[in-house]
Nanobody, 111 residues
Framework: EVQLAESGGGLVQPGGSLRLSCVAS????????MKWYRQAPGKGLEWVSI???????FYQASVKGRFTISRDNAKNTVYLQLNSLDTEDTAIYYC?????RGQGTQVTVSS
């Protein structure tokens, strides 16, 4: 059974950083296309970043240069490093494989 478990969210001031983790089970992240999405209050699900099985990385324009996606094959975990956070980044962040996602982790950027 494919399962994803996100963690690492929290409350941070503007300009701060967080590292989100997504521990996967039931498959290997190194052979999958893994995605991070987010959902801000009152808005729909928004694509943030992708890492494919070749290790190629893609970013939504608004996070490029601030966020970094990576994976640790030994830990079967995907990460999203969030730097230079802005209040507009406040959202629940989800790790996804296909249509399957975890429970999400809340990121709140506020002074």
């Amino acid at each position: 059974e494919v399962q994803l478990a996100e963690s690492g969210g929290g409350l941070v001031q503007p300009g701060g950083s967080l590292r989100l983790s997504c521990v996967a089970s039931g498959f290997t992240v190194s052979s999958a296309v893994m995605k991070w999405y987010r959902q801000a209050p009152g808005k729909g699900l928004e694509w943030v970043s992708i890492i494919d099985s070749d290790g190629k990385r893609f970013y939504q324009a608004s996070v490029k240069g601030r966020f970094t996606i990576s994976r640790d094959n030994a830990k079967n975990t995907v990460y999203l490093q969030l730097n230079s956070l802005d209040t507009e980044d406040t959202a629940i962040y989800y790790c996804m494989k296909g249509s399957i996602r975890g429970q999400g982790t809340q990121v709140t950027v506020s002074s």
